[in-house]
């Protein structure tokens, strides 16, 4: 007896949407995870007053591991054409969880280093792996799935500050790196479990093109619009990004004497609170932008996102309308990442966008740690303000790349 060619068709579409849901949800949880860890920057006072550390050393800390970081994003994006994405997500878990250790046992600058190092290490694959398999499942939804992808995994960011503020209140900031490293143990398994059978990204381009690296880096830098975008990561990540409500904004709060001097439970609770418009902006303005351009509803957000940095040199003291303040900040800071992505690679072949999305992020993260390590140094020599007027003039210059960038779209269709 024949098989009915239909009922196969629809059987194996059916079994392809539980594949998706299943990886989606893998990656997603994996990327919750992460950004529990981005929240322990409100940690920073803690280990700073323990270790006898300053602002230099944690600026310094931060961009050596952001170098790595970067680099490391591209070599994450060419070693998932040829081994399983399913294997680097779950190595970078790992990673995760060991560098987590390694600073909740640290007794000095060098031990901190090191263990922040081998988390930068897994930080780094998480992103470009996640947004590859994304971009390769869902490519007519691009931008509502990135959407949630990343607006899911910063409720991270809303859970992490009070949590991670709580257990250093209660029981020290060490074992705050304890319950990370438990965190990322299992989040490591679930991967392991979502993404079974997910293929190297080369063997899906490959059903496209029969192109080799090389051809496919030179054909990415030609996809319009591309270049202007990533030049305008590296402003962004100057702290436009969401990199100044991860960082930034937390020690800003607990600064005894250059930022507000609030508690770690109260800071905790502020950068939460404010975090909850982060993951509501990037859901609903990851919509906004698969309907009205994410181009356009990127130099929107830029926009926004400048004027609020601005507005941060009125602070002297706590004030109530800090609180609206920072959660309209989130909203718009942290959609920048999933909107840019998707305008990126909307016009790329699959094996372009890997190629795309390895030099955004290794943009991004590379040219941040210069960023961390000129701000932290600000902060020493000047003032909060210093490094919230230098966040204002990268976030001006990343709006002209933009321009440009819709510029040069708009020419290549007349």
Known sequence: MKANPRLTVLNS???NRRSNRLAMSGITISHFAQHLYAGSSILYNNIME???????????????VNILGGFLQIVYSVTS??????????????????????TGVASCFEGVLAGKTVIGIGQAGIHPVSSSIISSKFDKRLGSMLSIFYGLGYVGNIVSPILLSSIALFSGWRNAFLLLTLIFFFSGLIVFSGLRGEASADRISSEESGDRLLGDVKAAFKVRGAIPILIAQAFISG??????????IPVFLRDSSKGLNLTVGFAGIITSLATIGGVLGTLYLGRLGDQHGYLKIALISLSITTVTIF?????KEYNILLIPHLFILSMTTF???SLLQA??????????KDVLLGFYFTFGFGVSALWSTLLG????????NAIWLTMVGAGLAAQICLIFSARSQRDSNQ
């Open 239 to 248: 702290g436009t990004g969401m990199g100044v409500m991860t960082t930034w």
């Open 81 to 102: 054409r040829w081994v399983s994405r399913r294997l680097l997500l779950v190595g970078s878990n790992f990673a995760l969880s060991i560098g987590s250790a390694i």
């Open 50 to 64: 323990d270790l006898n550390l300053n602002y230099t050393q944690i600026g310094m800390m931060v961009g050596i």
């Open 377 to 384: 140094a600000l902060i020493d020599s000047f003032s909060f």
């Open 311 to 315: 507005l941060l040199t009125a602070y």
């Open 343 to 352: 305008q990126l690679v909307k016009n790329a072949t699959h094996a372009e």
């Open 13 to 15: 579409e059916g079994d």
């Open 335 to 337: 959609s920048m990442s």
